[in-house]
């Protein structure tokens, strides 16, 4: 591996009763699995050999909370980056699964009508480049040391798919991006490679409500 990886780590899981799509809406914040999700990415992060040099995350509350004991335990500060905050999505607010949920309302359905943009929300591609850029200014700021950038599910997915290759339309139930994981990716020359995939919190997520993201 390299002498400097990023890692792109999920939120923990979050407070979310009423099970809504909770996009950029304010107040949605970590329940109290949620903390200790983000505790357990924190001391995987801590436990590892690896020096990390630079903390940030979204705006939104619950990144910003699942930060705190990273940086605690690694004695940083969290910097704030816009780009790496949740893609905007027609659906926030409403119900996001069970019989009544928004998906399944044919008063919707018009939002369907191109999956591959999508329709219903910000395109992939304006995503993925604005995940990719504030992943270039990083590195290029960062000159020793790992960086570790916290975010949500669809923005490392994306930068998933973008980094291998891959088109950027996806089923997004079928994302490889649990809660308060880690996904580490290295810069060689002017290309990016994902390099590990670790779910620090897999003993929890069993227990885990998962159904806000976008």
């Known amino acids: 591996m390299s002498d400097k990886l990023l890692h792109l780590v999920r939120h923990g899981e979050v407070h979310n009763p009423d099970r809504v799509l909770y996009g950029r809406l304010p107040g949605f914040r970590l329940s109290e699995l949620g903390h200790r999700m983000a505790e357990a990415a924190a001391l995987e992060l801590a436990g590892s050999d690896r020096i990390v040099a630079r903390l940030i995350a979204s705006p ?9 004991p990273i940086a605690s335990a690694l004695g940083l500060e969290v910097a704030v980056d816009e780009r790496i905050v949740e893609p905007e999505n027609a659906f926030e607010g409403m119900v996001n699964v069970g019989p009544d949920s928004a998906f399944r309302q044919p008063r919707y ?28 200014e990083a590195w290029e700021a960062t000159r020793d040391g790992d960086i570790v950038m916290v975010s949500h599910q669809a923005p490392i997915w994306i930068a998933h798919l ?5 088109p950027l339309f996806h089923n997004p139930a079928a994302r490889r991006c ?13 290309r ?18 998962d159904v806000g993201a976008v």
């Open 109 to 136: 359905w018009y939002r369907f009508l191109n999956p591959f943009r999508p329709s219903w929300g910000e395109p992939y591609r304006r995503v993925a480049s604005r995940v990719r850029e504030a992943m270039d």
């Open 178 to 190: 649990e809660l308060s994981s880690i996904t580490s990716f290295e810069k060689r020359g002017e």
């Open 60 to 68: 939104l509350e619950r990144t910003r909370q699942s930060a705190r």
């Open 162 to 166: 973008d980094v291998a290759g891959k």
């Open 192 to 209: 990016w490679f994902e390099v590990d995939y670790r779910t620090p919190a897999a003993g929890l997520l069993d227990d885990a409500v």
